[in-house]
């Protein structure tokens, strides 16, 4: 199993752009279903976007359809999310993760994901 690292979180304004990244070091996710969730103080963690292992098909949840893109490097070494007109409903711990079964079709639920990162924190002021 890889272990992702995510980076890019911060404090910005409402309407801001910010852009994460998740990568696993030494390893590529290659074959692996790509998450990101978040995580707001007080409530559960929940499904923002993924990405499925072979054509890069990518599913969101419909709180930030239009607004925030998943993608990933040629190489597979790097998933991004890309977050722009954010809202200070997006503040939260922002959570990489790979799936449990390689080659697999894609699935949202968390438990379908086994590796996590540590979670990056972002900040959106009103």
């Known amino acids: 199993q890889v272990q992702p690292v995510e980076s890019g979180g911060g404090l910005v304004q409402a309407g801001d752009s910010l852009r994460l990244s998740c990568a696993a070091p030494g390893r590529t996710f290659s074959g692996y279903g790509m998450g990101w969730f978040r995580q707001a103080p007080g409530k559960e963690r929940e499904f923002v976007a993924g990405?499925?292992?072979?054509?890069?098909?990518?599913y969101y949840a419909d709180s930030v359809k239009g607004r925030f893109t998943i993608s990933r490097d040629s190489a597979k070494i790097t998933v991004y999310l890309e977050m722009n007109s954010l809202k200070p409903e997006d503040t939260a711990v922002y959570y990489c993760?790979?799936?449990?079964?390689?080659?697999?079709?894609?699935?949202?639920?968390?438990?379908?994901?086994?590796?996590w990162g540590q979670g990056t924190q972002v900040t959106v002021s009103s």
């Open positions: 993760a790979a799936s449990r079964t390689t080659w697999a079709p894609f699935s949202p639920r968390e438990a379908d994901f086994a590796s």
């Open positions: 990405i499925s292992w072979g054509v890069g098909r990518t």
